[in-house]
């Protein structure tokens, strides 16, 4: 069974949404990743309001400047928790090229063994073991092969068809 896609913009960057909120999922991650960044940030304003008390004596016995220190504090407390998303939207508008191997038109083959992708700049085979799982999401349906990576299919490209073919061929 062979169909054709458009991949674009749009649904690589579902695609990347989806796949870091995969990870984000991963046990423990989480809390990991939410210490660090407010350890590393707590220890910037520290290090910022113990700078500034060097240059002004009356810090200590002025409780204006640990006030401001704090608000600084939670204002990069917020970036700490949204830099993610902001840094991923930055990444994925400028990660994909139009003329690159990711975005584009695309011709896939489902056969008993595999599924093969193809474009005019490179083509790659997937045997049905190698998918570790089928996900999607109200815009993409996706055939992991890895943790990041996988084969993206747009669902208003795709028939249902196609959907219970790579079904039936993972479960296998």
Not at 17 to 42: D, E
Not at 55 to 67: E, G, Q, S, V
Not at 127 to 142: A, C, G, M, P, R
Request: aromatic share 16%; with cysteine; hydrophobic share 45%.
């Amino acid at each position: 069974m062979k169909f054709t896609i458009n991949l674009n913009k749009d649904d690589f960057r579902h695609f990347n949404k989806f796949a870091m909120a995969r990870i984000h999922q991963a046990s423990g991650i989480k809390w990991k990743v939410t210490l660090f960044n407010m350890l590393y940030w707590f220890f910037l304003a520290f290090f910022a309001l113990e700078m500034y008390s060097v240059y002004d004596n009356n810090c200590c016995n002025n409780y204006d400047h640990l006030n401001r220190a704090l608000i600084a504090l939670g204002i990069w407390f917020v970036l700490a928790n949204v830099w993610q998303q902001i840094y991923m939207r930055l990444y994925i508008s400028a990660a994909a090229d139009e003329n690159g191997s990711v975005l584009g038109l695309w011709e896939f083959e489902i056969s008993d063994s595999g599924i093969c992708e193809s474009n005019s700049l490179c083509s790659s085979s997937f045997t049905w073991q190698s998918i570790q799982s089928v996900e999607k999401d109200q815009h993409n349906l996706y055939l992991f092969t890895d943790k990041l990576k996988a084969l993206i299919l747009p669902l208003n490209q795709i028939t249902e068809e196609i959907e219970s073919e790579i079904h039936k061929n993972v479960t296998r």
